[in-house]
């Protein structure tokens, strides 16, 4: 299983931004596809983006043009930049990998491994 931490989660008033961070091994981070899902209370894991290994990113239409994945320089540290944030955006967010090479949202989750996930609340 591959260790990831996440971390930055926190409470926001509607129309905020936050920034999320994975922290993973950097043979993970420089190689594999890594990917962002969110689950809210209730309701099944979300897919929301994507990063292949060559660094080009996939989005769900929920948060296309709002939030952006990205990588650091060094390749260690996998990012969600979430802004105008919305009341719907609120869940448990979880960066993983299939130690594959593409992105697909609709199959990613199939063998992938998750973190322990980041809470975002975000109020009216």
């Known amino acids: 299983k591959v260790r990831l931490v996440e971390s930055g989660g926190g409470s926001v008033q509607a129309g905020g931004s936050l920034k999320l961070t994975c922290a993973a091994a950097?043979?993970?981070?420089?190689?594999?596809?890594m990917a962002w899902s969110r689950q809210a209370p209730g309701k099944e894991r979300e897919m929301i983006a994507c990063?292949?290994?060559?660094?080009?990113?996939t989005y769900a239409d929920s948060v296309k043009g709002r939030f952006t994945i990205s990588k650091d320089t060094g390749k260690t540290t996998l990012y969600l930049q979430l802004a105008s944030l919305q009341i719907e955006d609120t869940a448990m967010y979880y960066c993983?990998?299939?130690?594959?090479?593409?992105?697909?949202?609709?199959?990613?989750?199939?063998?992938?491994?998750w973190g322990q996930g980041t809470q975002v609340t975000v109020s009216p």
């Open positions: 950097k043979v993970v981070t420089s190689r594999y596809s």
């Open positions: 990063i292949n290994s060559d660094d080009k990113p």
């Open positions: 993983g990998t299939n130690l594959g090479y593409a992105c697909y949202l609709s199959t990613f989750d199939k063998n992938a491994d």
